[in-house]
Every structure is written in C-alpha cells, then in structure tokens.
Antibody, heavy 116, light 113 residues
Framework: EVQLVESGGGLVQPGRSLKLSCLASGFTFSNYGMNWIRQAPGKGLEWVASISSSSSYIYYADTVKGRFTISRDNAKNTLYLQMTSLRSEDTALYYC?????????WGQGVMVTVSS | DIVMTQTPSSQAVSAGEKVTMSCKSSQSLLYSENKKNYLAWYQQKPGQSPKLLISWASTRESGVPDRFIGSGSGTDFTLTISSVQAEDLAVYYCEQYYDTPLTFGSGTKLEIK
C-alpha cells in the first residue's frame, strides 16, 4: 500500500524558514517523481514544486521560485521542501504526492501557518 | 500557464440522479504524438486529501466505481456521475499535466439534497 506521511509543519513568523518532510513507503521511491501541492484554508489546490526520480529535473511555481527548494533522499525514501522567506500567503496545508505523469497518490498533508 | 475553468462551482442533486460537471482548458491538452489528453479528475471529500479518480481524461483508476465517467478531448472535458450516491459528497477538481506548471480548476462542490 502506497503511504506518504508529511511532517515538519507548524506556526512560523513571516520571513522565517521551515522544512517539510514526506516519508514514502509501499513503492520504490527512487523510481518516481514527486510533487508538493498546497491548499490554503477553504481554497483550491495549487501545485508548488516537482522533482524527478533522480533529482535531474526540478520545477517550481512562480509564487515560490527563489524561496522554496525541493529535494529528495532516495536512500531514506524521503522528500523535502525547504521554505524560506515565508509569507502569510504561504499559509496552507501542504501535500506531497507521487508523480505518475500526474499526481496519483497523496499524503494527508501538513499544515503550515505563517503569522506573527 | 494553462488556465483550467470548472463549472458549475457547486450543485446539489438527489441520490440516484445523474450529474455532469465541466472543465475547460485555455489550450488543448491533446498531445498529437500519442493522441492522449493530459487531464485528470480528483475527488476531495471533507477533511480528506484528494483522491485520483480519472487520468488521461477517461481512464478510471482501479477501484473507482464505474458510475464515474470522464469524457472530452482538446479543451473541453466532462465528469459524469451516472447515479449519485450519498458518499459522493465532495469537491471535484480537474487538473492538466500537459505542461508545467501543473494547474487545477477551482473545483465543483457536489452537495446531496
């Protein structure tokens, strides 16, 4: 069974940093690209970043480019999202999702709240 | 960026009724090389993460009831639920994966009368 478990969220002040993790199990992590997708409270889905299976290809939404960094450790079956210079508009539930050409399996999400 | 427009934003139907929802893209999602439409549908029930229902515009995922039917090509797509059940209460999103950035529609909220 595919499982994706996010962690690392919380309350953070504007301008500060936070690093999210996503532990994958139930599939060969190193064979799949991965995504971070977020959902602001009561809002729709917004793609944040993608990384290919070997980290050769990385893409970001314009709204986070230069502030967020996606990475992965295939030996640890873990996906990361380093978030810096956080803004109030980054407040959202952050999902990691496996990429099978499209996001197929999603985690339960981790909440990030940016507020003073 | 490819803009995805979903209509209606919400609709209420009775159990057993047929429901259709629309998704339109600002450019074609049909890739000429393989004749595939790069369009997916997701279901998000209250308090849950999105669940993939349909990929390639019309390919139902394993375990998804056959009352969920995806159709369309190019820029116009439809999700049909042939006989709505109470457990289908959810927001339905379409998403294009033809190009980066991946983009989602704003969702159609399905309510059960």
């Amino acid at each position: 069974e595919v499982q994706l478990v996010e962690s690392g969220g919380g309350l953070v002040q504007p301008g500060r940093s936070l690093k999210l993790s996503c532990l994958a199990s139930g599939f060969t992590f190193s064979n799949y690209g991965m995504n971070w997708i977020r959902q602001a409270p009561g809002k729709g889905l917004e793609w944040v970043a993608s990384i290919s299976s070997s980290s050769s290809y990385i893409y970001y939404a314009d709204t986070v480019k230069g502030r967020f960094t996606i990475s992965r450790d295939n030996a640890k079956n873990t996906l990361y999202l380093q978030m810096t210079s956080l803004r109030s508009e980054d407040t959202a539930l952050y999902y990691c999702a496996r990429h099978e050409g499209y996001p197929d399996y999603w985690g339960q999400g981790v909440m990030v709240t940016v507020s003073s | 960026d490819i803009v995805m427009t979903q209509t209606p934003s919400s609709q209420a139907v009775s159990a057993g009724e047929k429901v259709t929802m629309s998704c339109k893209s600002s450019q074609s999602l049909l890739y000429s090389e393989n004749k595939k439409n790069y369009l997916a549908w997701y279901q998000q029930k209250p308090g849950q993460s999105p669940k993939l229902l349909i990929s390639w515009a019309s390919t139902r995922e394993s375990g998804v009831p056959d009352r969920f039917i995806g159709s369309g090509s190019g820029t116009d797509f439809t999700l049909t639920i042939s006989s709505v059940q109470a457990e289908d209460l959810a927001v339905y999103y379409c998403e294009q994966y033809y190009d980066t950035p991946l983009t989602f529609g704003s969702g159609t909220k399905l309510e059960i009368k």
